[in-house]
């Protein structure tokens, strides 16, 4: 569908932390306005964020962020490379693949999202691009940010959409089949896997993306003990039941080191 007016391209609000090669924050401008000028739907807002490491042992020092508001629906993307110029290009890519997503999802009707394309990570080889974690020290962890907020009601279908288009690992929703609070995450090289405190492989209707069910019930646990559970067993994130509260939650290691805790609102 053709626009009915031409569109203002939006200001490209650029960050940077580290000492950046001459000409970055133009180069940066430009490959993301270049993304703008190619949306259906007006981009209201768009930020990046480049960072240079100052640890000479990282392989991929160069950090590229990037979140844009397209007509109140955001679209976000992060990518690790060499350079600071292979980042950009790299997130021009990953951003890029999300607003098509997007672009899909405003002529599909809700619930029903497109299965992903073979252009998207995981049929290549981007899970590379993805920013290193620092090596700190477990006894030096802790959580430095905790995220509550009522959880969406939906289908995998759609909780797929929103984490790629967010670009995130995992997606904490409430599972509008069960009304269990569930957790959606990539599994294996062309697919999704989903958990809930409560499995219900029964009520999980049929999805447009490829996706397995956990089996197994979300260990119920404190902060503290999903703490020591990460540590231990060395994933990217832990999924359980708060102890409390009954509800799922999801601790997670930032790429500083440190912890994430995300939980809903009661």
Same mark, same amino acid.
């Given at each position: 569908?053709?626009?009915?007016?031409?569109?203002?391209?939006?200001?490209?609000?650029?960050?940077?932390?580290?000492?950046?090669?001459?000409?970055?924050?133009?180069?940066?401008?430009?490959?993301?306005?270049?993304?703008?000028?190619?949306?259906?739907?007006?981009?209201?807002?768009?930020?990046?964020?480049?960072?240079?490491?100052?640890?000479?042992?990282?392989?991929?020092?160069?950090?590229?962020?990037?979140?844009?508001?397209?007509?109140?629906?955001?679209?976000?993307?992060?990518?690790?490379? #060499?350079?600071?110029?292979?980042?950009? =290009?790299?997130?021009?890519? /990953?951003? $890029?693949?999300?607003?098509? %997503? +997007?672009? *899909?999802?405003?002529?599909?009707?809700?619930?029903?999202?497109?299965?992903?394309?073979?252009?998207?990570?995981?049929?290549?080889?981007?899970?590379?691009?993805?920013?290193?974690?620092?090596?700190?020290?477990?006894?030096?962890?802790?959580?430095?940010?905790?995220?509550?907020?009522?959880?969406?009601?939906?289908?995998?279908?759609?909780?797929?959409?929103?984490?790629?288009?967010?670009?995130?690992?995992?997606?904490?929703? #409430?599972?509008?089949?069960?009304?269990? =609070?569930?957790?959606?995450? /990539?599994? $294996?090289?062309?697919?999704? %896997? +989903?958990? *809930?405190?409560?499995?219900?492989?029964?009520?999980?209707?049929?999805?447009?993306?490829?996706?397995?069910?956990?089996?197994?019930?979300?260990?119920?646990?404190?902060?503290?003990?999903?703490?020591?559970?990460?540590?231990?067993?060395?994933?990217?994130?832990?999924?359980?039941?708060?102890?409390?509260?009954?509800?799922?939650?999801?601790?997670?290691?930032?790429?500083?080191?440190?912890?994430?805790?995300?939980?809903?609102?009661?």
């Amino acid at each position: 569908m053709k626009r009915s007016a031409p569109q203002q391209a939006p200001e490209i609000q650029v960050e940077t932390q580290g000492q950046m090669q001459p000409g970055a924050i133009e180069y940066a401008q430009e490959k993301v306005r270049a993304l703008t000028g190619r949306t259906r739907e007006p981009v209201l807002f768009a930020r990046v964020k480049l960072t240079r490491m100052a640890n000479p042992a990282m392989e991929r020092p160069a950090i590229a962020q990037a979140n844009l508001d397209v007509n109140g629906r955001p679209a976000r993307a992060h990518v690790a490379a #060499t350079t600071m110029t292979e980042a950009v =290009d790299l997130l021009q890519d /990953r951003l $890029g693949a999300r607003l098509e %997503r +997007l672009e *899909q999802h405003w002529e599909a009707r809700r619930g029903r999202t497109p299965a992903p394309g073979s252009h998207e990570w995981r049929h290549g080889s981007e899970p590379t691009h993805r920013p290193d974690y620092f090596p700190r020290p477990a006894e030096d962890r802790q959580v430095v940010r905790h995220k509550s907020y009522s959880l969406a009601w939906e289908t995998p279908d759609e909780a797929a959409f929103e984490l790629e288009t967010m670009d995130y690992d995992f997606h904490l929703f #409430t599972d509008i089949g069960t009304g269990e =609070d569930s957790v959606l995450y /990539r599994s $294996g090289p062309t697919g999704y %896997r +989903l958990a *809930q405190v409560r499995p219900h492989p029964e009520l999980v209707g049929p999805a447009a993306v490829p996706l397995t069910l956990s089996e197994l019930p979300a260990p119920r646990m404190n902060a503290a003990e999903a703490k020591e559970r990460l540590d231990l067993a060395g994933f990217p994130f832990v999924f359980f039941a708060d102890a409390a509260t009954g509800r799922g939650n999801v601790l997670y290691h930032r790429y500083d080191g440190h912890y994430g805790l995300i939980s809903p609102v009661e």
